[in-house]
């Protein structure tokens, strides 16, 4: 069967990806598209997230060389693949301020207009409404593993997030400010570097097996030009509840499609899935050392691009001026005030 890059695939990638709904608004808060979405290699490894679009109440139960995991529902459902989309903007957000040399902590505070146009999701009240949701089942869903973050492995159980919280709202009753508590594990996970980049495109992906698969290939892949894996294999990890022979239907059905950022799919002689790395992917720059900026120039950059991800913008910034061979400076804000007013005009 041949692999995604035909033209019928182009033209099935067209009517199956989700629209960009932000173009604009993702050219300054996502700039480095490849690089700054971010992914903990624990979760992309294993299957924690249900994919599941009804409410999913099962235990679920994986084991593979060595790694064990059960993960437990609240009432409410497990957490779903999509909801996994706040915990990626979390990691996004602190590896951005840790790369820039800032100090962090396991609590972030985010706008949530930024996580919805972040996650290329609708600003309507109902996204709103499903953005809580999200929350109620990253908080409830349990996780009893001894995957390795870092460098611990532990036996424990913890819940994807550990609390959250609405700290202000609009008199529509829309969230504005949310603050969130990661879990000690997924925190560990960021301050060992323990993440990966993902496309841009990950969240134009409807369907939650095509989200899984492209995580599975991003992990597995990565570097190399190719990664094979047997059906079986790939179904396990996928954390599928699909009969085997279904499970297969739907992994031609993407490989028609030919619409998975970065990787193409073939399938092989011997039920085996071979992913091909279309494109050499671009980390996230790792600048400490670039030159600090000032709080006050951060909130001028707020002014001129609202609702802007400004260390998204620093981040870029920093990675642009080691590419010109670190200049010295005579002012970093200045030169940033620049960059950021050269990339409006």
């Given at each position: 069967?041949a692999?995604?890059g035909?033209?019928a695939g182009?033209?099935?990638?067209g009517?199956?990806l989700l629209?960009?709904?932000?173009p604009?608004i993702?050219f300054?808060l996502?700039d480095?598209?490849?690089?700054?979405?971010?992914?903990?290699?624990?979760?992309?490894?294993?299957?924690?997230f249900?994919?599941s679009?009804r409410p999913?109440?099962?235990?679920?139960d994986?084991?593979?060389n060595g790694?064990r995991i059960?993960?437990?529902?609240?009432v409410?459902g497990?957490?779903?693949i999509h909801?996994?989309d706040i915990?990626i903007f979390?990691v996004?957000q602190?590896?951005?301020?840790?790369?820039a040399g800032r100090?962090?902590?396991?609590?972030?505070?985010l706008r949530a207009h930024?996580?919805?146009?972040?996650?290329n999701?609708e600003?309507?009240?109902d996204a709103y409404?499903?953005l809580?949701?999200?929350f109620e089942?990253?908080?409830?869903?349990?996780?009893t593993t001894?995957i390795v973050t870092?460098?611990?492995?532990?036996?424990s159980?913890?819940?994807l997030i550990e609390?959250w919280?609405?700290?202000?709202?609009t008199?529509?009753?829309?969230?504005?400010?949310?603050?969130?508590?990661?879990?000690?594990?997924?925190y560990?996970?960021?301050m060992?570097?323990?993440?990966l980049?993902?496309s841009?495109?990950?969240?134009?992906?409807?369907?939650p097996l095509e989200r899984?698969i492209?995580?599975l290939a991003r992990k597995?892949?990565g570097?190399q030009e190719a990664w094979r894996?047997?059906?079986?294999v790939l179904?396990?990890?996928?954390?599928?509840?699909?009969?085997?022979r279904v499970?297969?239907r739907?992994?031609r059905?993407?490989?028609?499609?030919?619409?998975?950022?970065?990787?193409d799919m073939?399938?092989?002689?011997?039920?085996?899935?071979?992913?091909?790395r279309?494109g050499?992917l671009?980390?996230?720059?790792?600048g400490?050392?670039?030159?600090?900026?000032?709080p006050e120039?951060?909130?001028?950059?707020?002014d001129?691009?609202?609702?802007a991800?400004v260390?998204?913008?620093?981040a870029e910034?920093?990675?642009f001026?080691?590419?010109?061979g670190r200049?010295?400076?005579r002012?970093?804000?200045?030169?940033?005030?620049?960059?950021?007013?050269?990339?409006?005009?």
């Open positions: 069967m692999g995604a035909s033209s182009a033209l099935a990638a009517k199956s629209p960009d709904r932000h604009q993702d300054f996502c480095i598209f490849d690089a700054i979405p971010k992914d903990d290699i624990a979760t992309m490894e294993h299957p924690v249900s994919l679009t999913d109440r099962r235990v679920l994986y084991v593979h790694t059960e993960v437990t529902p609240s409410k497990l957490a779903t909801d996994k915990l979390c996004s602190l590896m951005a301020a840790l790369n100090a962090i902590g396991r609590t972030v505070t930024d996580l919805l146009v972040a996650t999701r600003t309507s009240g409404r499903r809580r949701e999200a089942r990253l908080a409830g869903t349990r996780i001894n870092g460098d611990h492995e532990v036996t159980g913890f819940g609390s919280e609405i700290t202000r709202r008199r529509g009753g829309r969230m504005v400010s949310v603050t969130v508590t990661l879990s000690d594990w997924l560990r996970a960021v060992a570097k323990s993440v980049t993902l841009r495109d990950y969240f134009r992906l409807r369907k899984r492209y995580e597995h892949c570097r894996v047997s059906v079986e179904l396990k990890k996928s954390g599928s509840a699909s009969p085997r499970f297969r739907m992994l059905d993407m490989i028609a499609a030919g619409h998975l950022p970065d990787y073939a399938e092989e002689e011997g039920d085996v899935i071979r992913f091909t279309r050499r671009v980390e996230g720059p790792a400490p050392e670039a030159p600090p900026l000032s120039v951060l909130e001028v950059v707020r001129l691009l609202p609702g991800d260390y998204a913008l620093e910034w920093r990675a001026w080691a590419s010109s200049p010295r400076l002012s970093a804000d200045g030169a940033f005030l620049g960059f950021v007013r050269k990339k409006m005009g």
